[in-house]
């Protein structure tokens, strides 16, 4: 770890600071995790050993809970789950996420010690648990937790004081990191990273990371000694909403630059100019206040699979309200978002692209140049508009997307491989059409003839597209 020192932040207590300077795209630091564990809810789906997403998945014949791609990941994943597995047979059943992570951690503590390699800046001791900062609510849940988990943990296993016990299920609260699938794109579950843990929160970081193997790029230049840090939360919500989940999820406020000034949060509720003129606060309110009802009647009707109706309120409320909300505007780009992946399903590829692009205009103007949701949101486009036909724009966001994921990502990542490859694609074509678009269109008409188009996967939720990187029981 030469390339970065713990340092005392001002404000935030302990943090991690780079001692050379930096550059977009290099790589701080990389890290396994200490422990992690699959979510209940894809128990059945995920690979307990890689966390790859796979069809068809093994069972463990013992515990009957745990899940593998084959023999190989059985093997490679039994020093951890050999315990793991004895504990559930006994127990009578697998208990939660929480309970399972905490009791990988202490049988590999038990074992290794609280160190358990060179590169570790930090323990688990050292750590933050928040218990007292708890809200009584999360309290309940917390103790009711730790109950469950005495009744897990095995009578031939090492014992552990309640206290040891609670400040290690504090730890997992505040500091688990989710984990990712193959694909970067799905967290698939929750892991403990030591070092990660003393990064410290900025609303606009200057690092971007990636699971399952932990990995830290810069994402722009980073001088020496200036301060490493990710963000905990999206930047599209406003300052106030940011402080508030980190004070609640987090136990801390935040005074990053961003937040003070609430910088940028002007053009996420901005209404929209021409020609000099402004619609009056009272109509953006009024169309704000009428898009966030809108929001929640849409993602009722995805989660009823009802797509032409979320097709029709997403219509209605654009007439209704994008010549008054500027292209910034957040709820407008919630919308813009939700009708391009509906479209896109749906298989109306002009009017899933018109969104898409629409949704990238508006990012660009927001986030980080380098921010990953910016480079997933122009990889959407770019396939939109290729899929529409429009090989110009289609190849342009295509390429703005593996530039952006190449510092994001790194060039190994499976994301940016496929970019690369839809890149030379796109390039090809391009160069069709540009010679001669009759003969293109002629040609890619009678390729989909031979070959249509499948349908793609249903959309997600309104706000899954750019999930929290942290994780924390609800």
Known sequence: MENMAIFDSPGKGRGLKATKEFWAGD??????????VVFDSLAERICHSCFRSQP??????????AHYCDRTCQRAGWAEHKQECSAIK???????ESIRLVARLLWRLDKEGSVVSDMQLTTLDELEDHIQDMEEDDLKDFKVDIHNFVDYWPRSSKQHRIEEVSHIFGVVNCNGFTVSDQRGLQAVGVGLFPNLCLVNHDCWPNLKQKTLFLEL????????????????VDYLNLSEERQRLLKTQYFFDCTCEHCRDKIKDDLKL???????????????????????????????????????EVVKICRDSITKTEPVLADTHIY???????????????QYFEDAAEYARKMVDGYVKLY???????????????????????????????????????????????ITK????????????????????????????????????TMLHEPKGVEEGIKNLFHRKK
Not at 27 to 36: D, G, R, T, Y
Not at 90 to 96: C, D, H, L, R, V
Not at 332 to 346: G, K, P
Not at 370 to 390: E, F, I, K, S, T
Request: hydrophobic content about 40%; charged content about 25%; proline content about 4%.
């Open 27 to 36: 790589v701080i630091f990389s890290e396994p995790s200490l422990a992690a």
């Open 56 to 65: 068809k998945l093994q069972r463990c014949g013992q515990c009957k809970f």
């Open 90 to 96: 006994a127990f009578g059943k697998a208990p939660n």
């Open 217 to 232: 790029r810069s994402l722009g230049k980073i001088e020496e000694g200036e301060e490493l840090t990710v963000s905990y």
């Open 270 to 308: 901005a209404g929209r100019e021409v020609d000099g003129v402004k619609p009056s606060p009272e109509q953006v309110k009024e169309a704000t206040d009428y898009l966030f009802e809108m929001l929640e009647k849409i993602e009722k009707a995805r989660i009823r699979a009802d797509y032409h």
């Open 332 to 346: 407008l780009l919630r919308l813009w978002s939700t009708l391009s992946e509906v479209q896109a399903y749906l």
């Open 368 to 414: 980080h140049p380098n921010n990953a949701a910016l480079g997933m949101a122009a990889m959407r486009a770019g396939v939109n508009h290729w899929q529409a036909g429009l090989i110009e724009i289609g190849h342009a966001m295509v390429c703005k997307a593996y530039a952006i994921l190449m510092v994001s990502h790194g060039p190994t990542h499976p």
């Open 418 to 453: 496929d970019l690369e490859a839809m890149r030379m694609q796109t390039e090809m074509e391009l160069r069709m059409f540009k010679q001669n678009e009759y003969v293109y269109h002629s040609m890619r008409d009678a390729a989909l003839k031979n070959k249509p188009m």
